[in-house]
């Protein structure tokens, strides 16, 4: 493998520009992640809200909007639309009636089971090109850049 260089790219090909690079390769992520998940009704949008449900139950709608990093209008669209389908429901908090709790139903557990596999699925395909030690390695350094 050749030498890679971690100065910026002066070079006009947008293949070497790092946010063309980054942009991209997350369109075709989505776009694989969102046809395996299309059979079980849902999107990558909905398959993390889910994530964060399956993982943290009960929470409130701000928490789980905090949690993806997305506002709180989107995410009661999001919750209105998962709600539809009968993947999660919303009640208010007895201790806080302001806040609304949000649950997956059964489901939605059933739902998010099959969307992780589906899910893990797409991911392989994304990365098939990819060893594993650098898939790892990507994943360790996408990591550092989202949490710095």
């Given amino acids: 493998m050749g030498v890679v260089s971690t100065e910026p790219s002066t070079s006009p090909d947008p293949h070497e520009v790092l946010g063309y690079l980054l ?3 997350t369109l075709k992520l989505t776009t694989l992640t969102d046809a395996a998940l299309e059979p079980l009704g849902i999107d990558s949008k909905d398959f993390g809200v889910l994530r964060v449900l399956a993982h943290r139950e009960p929470a409130s709608q701000l928490q789980v909007a905090q949690t993806l990093g997305v506002d709180r209008t989107t995410m009661v669209a999001l919750l209105d639309v998962l709600e539809r389908k009968g993947v999660i429901t ?4 007895p201790a ?8 997956l139903t059964d489901q939605g557990l059933r739902v998010y089971d099959a969307a992780q596999v589906a899910h893990r699925q797409a991911e392989d395909v994304f990365l098939a090109g990819v060893t594993p030690t650098a898939t790892i390695q990507l994943r360790r350094t996408l990591r550092s850049i989202v949490e710095s």
């Fill in 23 to 25: 942009k991209h390769a």
């Fill in 90 to 93: 919303r009640r208010p908090d």
């Fill in 96 to 103: 806080d009636r302001r806040r609304n709790v949000v649950s």
